[in-house]
């Protein structure tokens, strides 16, 4: 069965959607030029990421206009990330030199999840009589744009968090634990070693890739996850063992592969949700597979209307 074409957005919905996704990419910085405290201006960028994803679904509503908005603002990252290490190159410092702050990081990740979770709120809440196979296609459209964002976003986090910052110290000793939980413990104590931050980004820095490569591919199970999290674990390690750029925890691996299942796990909860609250007519919401309403023709087999 083909994916026939519903409406796209006009070009003043375009425009409006590549407006709001410039007002998110600028808002972390506006924060910073508003208040000092780091954590109100967290809280400033998420507050108002709902007002211009709210305000800008009102006007629209469309689907497609949070993921032209969210393209729009990760596309932007990239760009400014593409002239910043080409202004460090050209000027061979690290004035230009981009840098990700744990502050760049957290609101890249809410400007994202504010409009993601806003269209999935809306999908949740769609009531039988709103649920058409027109309205699942351009949800499918929007869930394209969105996974294609999260893709770009991450791929920034990895290369400026975990490649990029890498400095070897071939000569150096080299730590490694295999004690389970020992470094999970000095973690939660606060230890100069590790901190509870610490402890967090190592438990979610699998999850968006597990969340996307679960939506990309309808068959990924919670399995594929726990193999993708210890092969990606051990391989990390392994690197930081070579290059002996930090010390090698066996804790470290088995966070990663909690990331992965909780990337997964969000899937199947979101999906599993919008099963009940559609009374089994969406069966499977986060996925790019086009799955066409199923009704009943007078109590006999189901057919497929399209």
């Known amino acids: 069965m083909t994916l026939l074409p519903s409406q796209k957005l006009t070009i003043g919905e375009f425009l409006v959607s590549l407006a709001a996704g410039l007002m998110l990419y600028l808002l972390p910085n506006d924060a910073k030029n508003q208040f000092e405290s780091e954590v109100v201006c967290i809280g400033f960028v998420f507050v108002t990421s709902i007002v211009i994803t709210a305000v800008m679904y009102l006007i629209i509503k ?12 990760s596309s932007l990252c990239i760009i ?8 460090g190159i ?4 690290t004035k230009y030199w981009p840098k990700l702050t744990e502050y760049n990081i957290i609101c890249m990740f809410i400007l994202w999840v504010v409009p ?29 744009l969105s996974m294609n964002s999260l893709l770009m976003i991450y791929g920034i986090v990895l290369i400026l968090r975990m490649i990029i910052p890498t400095a070897p110290n071939m000569q150096g000793e080299r730590i490694i634990s295999v004690e389970p939980l020992a470094y999970l413990k000095e973690c939660l104590q606060g230890s100069e070693k590790g901190t509870l931050l610490v402890l967090i980004w190592n438990s979610i820095i699998l999850a968006p890739l597990t969340f996307y490569l679960s939506v990309l591919i309808p068959h990924f199970r919670i399995i594929h996850g726990i193999i993708l999290g210890l092969i990606l674990g051990v391989a990390l390690e392994g690197l930081q063992f070579l290059f002996n750029t930090e010390a090698v925890y ?20 979101i ?4 099963y009940l609250l559609s009374q089994g007519r969406d069966p499977c919401m986060l996925t790019l597979e086009y799955i066409p309403i199923p009704k009943k023709n007078r109590g006999e087999a189901q057919v497929i209307e399209d």
């Open 271 to 274: 999906n599993g949700l919008r």
């Open 250 to 269: 066996l804790d470290d691996v088995i966070l990663y592969i909690i990331g992965a299942m909780l990337g997964i796990g969000i899937k199947y909860a």
């Open 90 to 93: 050209i000027t061979k410092g």
């Open 116 to 144: 993601f979770l806003f269209g999935i709120t809306m999908r949740l809440l769609t009531g039988q009589a709103a649920d058409t196979n027109d309205s699942r296609r351009k949800f499918i459209r929007f869930m394209s």
């Open 80 to 87: 400014n990330l593409t002239i910043s290490v080409i202004s």
């Open 62 to 73: 469309r689907y497609e206009a949070l993921g032209t908005a969210l393209v729009t603002f």
